[in-house]
């Protein structure tokens, strides 16, 4: 088991489109007890380009987690789920659809497709913080996450 710490970081990729959202997300995982990389890249191209590390992103780590929007422009979070899901390089890495969608069907759609959880932002900013810390804090410390290869 891994312990993540100041020597094992976290590798959060944010698929979010929204800069308001990725500034809120920054800065509650910074006041976080657990050392967290967090990554942002603005839609489901960039998401995949990254997650196959073509270029720019030859280097990147491999992310533990993905927070993942549905609604953005030119590859939708949807679509993204999907191919993830389909490649056995990162199937494995656990998806957390992170929207503002409450609809039963993004809800359906999502889990059927292979997301790991579904969480709708809220609109009130301490909620949407509050949010933030309960998932990183079942992700980040009650969830045993695959070790780094």
């Not at 976290?10 to 007890?33: Q, Y």
């Given at each position: ?36 990389n967090l990554e942002v890249v603005g839609d489901g191209e960039q998401a995949l380009s990254y997650l196959i590390r073509e ?95």
């Open positions: 088991m891994i312990d993540y710490n100041v020597s094992n970081p976290i590798d959060v990729l944010l698929v979010e489109d929204d800069l308001g959202d990725v500034e809120l997300i920054r800065e509650t995982m910074k006041n976080s007890k657990i050392l967290v270029e720019p992103y030859q280097q990147s780590p491999r992310p533990d987690l993905i927070l993942l929007d549905l609604n953005m422009p030119k590859m939708d979070g949807r679509q993204l789920l999907q191919i993830i899901k389909k490649d056995e390089e990162i199937s494995n890495i656990p998806v957390i659809v992170l929207t503002t969608s409450d609809s039963e069907t993004d809800i359906v759609k999502s889990y059927g497709l292979g997301a790991n959880c579904y969480v709708t932002k809220p609109i009130d900013l301490k909620q949407f913080s509050l949010v933030v810390n309960s998932i990183e804090h079942f992700w980040f410390s009650v969830v045993k996450l695959m070790p780094k290869l």
